[in-house]
């Protein structure tokens, strides 16, 4: 890599998340950050909602603040590995519950909190939005973290936001959902994430991966869709870098070498917050 750019490798932790069964989806959780250490990654990307599953009723009830158990359990495992982990939480905050995202260190630190800012009208029944962004810079580099359709079409301003703040990669915790009688075949999923994902990547020299559980979606406009996995990296020149596979049942742990931009070309300031 001659113009002094540097490579990390992700791990895209595709998993089976059952709505309202936190310990399972923990346990797996913690499981995957284990394997993706053992393949040599530098950080481990994780679903939205793992714990309790997208808008399942649960979050009523069994949503837990950030700082939490939750959150020390994955940051223990990130800990032990010796990994930073991007995560996608159910987060209580008093009278409210966040669909949010951590990015834990290496040392299971609380890097960044985000709390999604683009939800479906029919998820705001459930949750309430986020108001802020940040980044964090780690031993990897500047690190930018935001939710599933904050990456929409419709919505890329909240990724450029999080480029101009100098975010060398962003990573994206998401649940990607199709009706049960989607032919994947006749119509392959992906394509309303790459091109703003694409979008996002060459106009910032920033690579994006974006993570999905498979599993149920259970509650909602979407009760009875089906998480699907399709998991998608996409390098500094918008190329795809890799995809997952796609199913109901395509659990499992993929790796991805990632080339971050010159440190002489990241923004010389940039906030590292818990917001």
Known sequence: MT???RTIRVGMAQLLVVPGRPDDNLARARAAIAEAARAGCDVVVLPECLDLGRTHESARTLA??????????????????GVLVAAGLT???GDHVHNSAVLLSATGELLLRHRKIHELD?????YTTGGSLAVADTPLGRIGLDICADNSAATTGIGHALGLMGAEVLL????????PDHDNGADPYGAEWEAPYRELATAHDMPVVGVSN???VVGGEWDGWRCIGASL?????GRRLRQGPYGVDAEGVLV???ELRPRARTAATAGSAVA
Do not use: Y
């Open 3 to 5: 113009d002094g750019s």
């Open 256 to 258: 991805v070498e990632v």
């Open 122 to 126: 029919f998820a705001r029944a459930v």
């Open 233 to 237: 990296a996409v390098g500094r020149d």
């Open 91 to 93: 987060e209580r905050a």
């Open 214 to 216: 498979v599993g149920p």
């Open 64 to 81: 837990e603040p950030i700082p939490g158990p939750r959150v020390d359990a994955l940051a223990g495992a990130a800990r032990e590995h």
């Open 172 to 179: 994206s915790p998401s649940a990607w959902a199709v009706p």
